[in-house]
């Protein structure tokens, strides 16, 4: 489809084309397959797959696709057309079958799904009406960002780090059995651990949950070089995707219909003649349609394009991934491939007219992200108030007894966990619900159609809970504090997209247990707080809320609260030993409000605050009160519950979420808490956590917070290796005190 000039001004041109720089005179076989559009008005989907026309006009969507893709990227100068380009024709075919719950783990496909958008004119909603406006937007705030976000209607789920899209799918699949939900995985992204191994397991648990399709983009390149998988031969990969679980496997190769004598494995289907380049079409129509109906007629399947990174852009292989500062719209390899690609006003008509009726309309007015989700009431919560200076409780057994009545009342709910509940001390959840598992078992509280779900991959758990609360459903990720970093990348990425959502989604919930300071005989390899590290950086983003309950009254509190949250990420984090009660109801909801609150209060010659987060390192603190009282200096306890309620307004980014939270603890209540003559914070976890104290206390202060793990007999004596004793406190203390 070769263009020759500039838009021929004899022609009507669509007002949405402003922008675009070349076209076509004349596309060849428009006259004979583009009469009228495939997707007749009223139509949600091509009416016959053996109509030429119906292959003819999925290419022409496909080209417009690649054309758009590069005109957008090189208008800046920056960006990654080749590897959506080599799977134009999948995306173009499936959108043609009228599917458009679309989803990517690719987050460089990130200019083909914009101009998909624009097509279908979903991103009308954010005042994209031209090609000029698409293009001035792209790669700007409050624009087009460079990978997919939530901010963007029509697109159902962010991608950025390569790994991440099969979760989306799958957690989209079990909340919407009926649709279909394509996500495009890219073969360089295939040598993440996780996207197959995570699509095993899931399979295991949910076995009719087969709606969800990857799309293999086999294109033999992955960003700056070969694949690791380029030199598989077809047999081998559709072998390694059945050894995987996989019922079905669709593979369409270019190859076979290339008629140009193109060397290699992988070739670019734009440059055969017209007759083969049809032919392809009709190969891909048919091959997406069965591979579709298979997904949702409860076989596991995959659909694979392979076919030449950069096809039909400015340069192929891994070249064509990435566009540098020399490719602007005036690079020669730019120009030649614009025009190459061109189209028709016509052309350009036609495939709009088929995008905006594809999948009943705009995927902006259609995908099942642009709906608020209803959930059923949970009712009143079996709370349980213990008196404070009684037995001592197990916080996070007093927690699953609430987890048990969510799931009762929801039963789309899940509660995910890598390292097993009981060990955490929340066995009660899978006495309630039932660890998912083919093998029923009493003993092990397992059962097929529960709702713990428990692969041994803390990715996979962080997936699929954080994947279902982005698509609108509730969800808790429970994990050892010293092993949820390796899930933190995607929870990360999903409380990132909610912030910039467009709809209310329930808050992303966690509970981590089994602290670095409970861990003492594992030794060093248990004990990794590092990871409130991770999240004292995430709270000033605005809508992430770590909370630390010092005992099992207020952890019930905490979690009654979380689940009232929208596009929020929570993190509590509690131990799973049996701790004094030291807290009300009311206290707690106070803390999470103020975020903190105080414990004990002594007056003496001079005044110590002990700003303490966690539950364990409250131990230390009381008997240093003790010695410090002892010695007529007055002590005031405060449990940090709610950290990110006691940073300043401007140091956070609140203001700029979708859900803005704008809470923050005022100057005068800060002193009333935090006020005093020596002010010493004190953390089992990372010191960063007390940043929102430290930055606003104008008192002499100090931090005795995590260094190292060391192998030890118990969590006192493990806290005296890293310093935090009582006598260690209260003479820092005395001596700040002087």
């Known amino acids: 489809m070769t263009a020759v000039s500039p838009n021929p001004q004899s022609v009507s041109t669509p007002a949405f084309c402003d922008g675009i720089q070349y076209y076509s005179d004349a596309v060849p076989g428009f006259d004979v397959y583009g009469a009228v559009p495939a997707i007749g008005e009223g139509q949600t989907a091509i009416a016959d797959l053996t109509d030429p026309a119906a292959a003819y006009q999925t290419l022409l969507y496909a080209d417009a696709l690649r054309y758009l893709i590069l005109q957008v990227t090189a208008s800046k100068a920056s960006g990654h057309p080749g590897g959506f380009a080599s799977q134009a024709e999948a995306y173009a075919a499936l959108v043609m079958l009228g599917y458009k719950n679309i989803i990517t783990e690719v987050g460089h496909h990130a200019p083909g799904f914009y101009s998909a958008m624009f097509l279908d004119r979903s991103l009308e909603d954010m005042g994209i009406n031209t090609v000029q406006q698409l293009r001035d937007r792209f790669r700007e705030q409050h624009g087009l960002l460079g990978h997919l976000s939530g901010f963007i209607p029509g697109i159902l789920a962010p991608a950025g780090p390569l790994g991440q899209g099969q979760h989306f799918a799958m957690a989209a699949a079990l909340l919407h059995p009926d ?30 949950a087969t709606n969800f399709l990857p799309v293999l983009v086999w294109n033999g390149y992955s960003q700056e070089h070969h694949s690791m998988v380029s030199l598989k031969t077809n047999e081998q990969m559709e072998s390694y995707w059945r050894g995987n679980g996989f019922e079905q496997v669709v593979l369409i190769d270019a190859k076979d219909f290339d008629d140009q004598n193109q060397p290699g494995a992988y070739v670019d289907s734009t440059i055969f003649a ?19 109906r298979s997904a949702l007629g409860g076989k596991l399947t995959v659909l694979i394009i392979k076919q030449l990174k950069g096809a039909g852009v400015h340069a192929r ?48 007015k259609t995908v099942v992200t642009e709906f608020e989700r209803s959930l059923p009431s949970l009712g009143q919560l079996p709370l349980e108030e213990f008196t404070v200076g009684g037995e001592p409780k197990v916080s996070t057994t007093a927690m699953g007894k609430l987890v048990a009545a969510v799931g009762q009342a929801d039963a789309a709910y899940v509660v995910t966990n890598a390292d097993g509940n009981e060990a955490s001390g929340i066995a009660n959840i899978n006495q309630a619900l039932k660890i998912i598992h083919p093998t029923e078992d009493p003993l092990y509280y397992q059962a097929p159609g529960g709702q713990v779900y428990e692969p041994l991959s803390e990715d996979a ?43 209310p989604t329930p808050a992303t919930v966690t509970l981590f247990t089994a602290g670095a300071l409970e861990q003492g005989r594992n030794g060093w390899t248990h004990q990794r707080p590092e990871i409130e590290a991770y999240f004292a950086a995430m709270m000033r983003n605005g809508n992430v809320f770590p909370l630390f309950p010092p005992d099992a009254n207020s952890i019930q509190v905490c979690y009654d609260w979380a689940l009232t949250q929208k596009n929020k990420g929570v993190v509590i984090t509690a131990s799973k030993s049996p701790l004094p009660i030291r807290t009300t109801f009311d206290q707690t909801q106070q803390a999470i409000a103020n975020g903190a609150i105080t414990l004990h209060e002594t007056s003496g010659s001079t005044t110590v605050v002990f700003a303490v987060i966690g539950d364990m390192p409250l131990i230390p603190v009381f008997e240093a009160a003790t010695q410090l009282t002892a010695e007529g200096i007055g002590v005031r306890i405060v449990s940090v519950i709610n950290p990110r309620r006691l940073y300043r307004a401007s140091d956070v980014g609140w203001d700029l979420c979708s859900e803005p939270d704008s809470a923050f603890l005022n100057d005068a209540e800060f002193e009333s808490l935090f006020g005093g003559d020596v002010l010493i914070g004190v953390t089992g976890g990372a010191s960063g956590m007390l940043e929102p104290i430290m930055l606003r206390s104008l008192a002499k202060r100090d931090t005795f917070a995590w260094k190292r793990g060391e192998t030890t007999a118990s969590p006192t004596a493990l806290m005296a290796v890293n310093g935090i004793t009582a006598e260690a406190l209260a003479n820092r203390a005395i001596a700040l005190s002087l």
């Open 179 to 208: 649709k279909l939900f394509p996500f495009t995985v890219g073969d360089g992204g295939l040598g993440e651990p996780y996207i197959v191994s995570a699509m095993a397991h899931f399979h295991t648990a949910y076995p009719t």
């Open 461 to 503: 758990c962080a997936g699929l809970a954080a994947g279902l609360a982005l698509m609108g459903s509730r969800s808790l990720w429970c994990s050892y504090e010293s092993f949820a970093i390796n899930g933190l990348p995607i929870w990360q990425t999903v409380t990132q997209a909610m912030a910039e959502l467009r709809r």
């Open 317 to 364: 292989g891994a070249k064509s991934h990435n566009l540098y500062a020399q490719h602007t719209l005036e690079n020669p390899d730019i120009v030649a491939a614009l025009k190459a690609r061109a189209l028709s006003p016509n052309a350009w008509a036609l495939v709009r007219a088929n995008c905006e009726r594809a999948g009943g309309g705009p995927a902006s």
């Open 274 to 292: 017209p007759e083969q380049r049809l032919a392809f079409g009709k190969a891909v129509l048919a091959k997406t349609d069965e591979a579709a």
